[in-house]
């Protein structure tokens, strides 16, 4: 007896906007962040810096708890030269993360796209 294995749907990002995050300002410095992963403190201000080709606008990003699934949201803001800015400011610590999937969760329609990042806050 031969099992197929059926084929499971991924729909494609590729016609979606990229976020690419270019700095994250005030990251702690005695830790190495690569790989999309950072360390921060809780209840302390820092500033993610990217690009986004859309016009000027201000929007939430929902960002993840891992370990309790909890949402929180920040605010980005899209400047009239397409310079994208997130004001971050975790309130608990744990591992949060933001994705293509959070990022569209709320949107009409899927709009953008980005890597997977995930913020250490102790």
Not at 103 to 117: K, V
């Amino acid at each position: 007896m031969t099992i197929r294995k059926i084929p499971v749907y991924t729909p494609s990002t590729e016609h979606l906007l990229e976020i690419k995050i270019d700095d994250i300002a005030n990251t702690l410095s005695d830790f190495s962040d690569s790989d999309n992963n950072y360390t921060l403190l809780e209840n302390t201000n820092y500033v993610v810096r990217g690009t986004l080709d859309i016009p000027k606008n201000t929007f939430t990003v929902p960002f993840l708890r891992t370990d309790t699934s909890r949402k929180c949201y920040m605010i980005a803001t899209i400047d009239d030269n397409n310079n994208f800015e997130i004001a971050l400011n975790f309130k608990t610590g744990g591992e949060w993360i933001v994705n293509t999937e959070l990022l569209n969760s709320e949107l009409p329609e899927p709009m953008f796209r980005i890597a997977e990042h995930t913020f250490k806050v102790v």
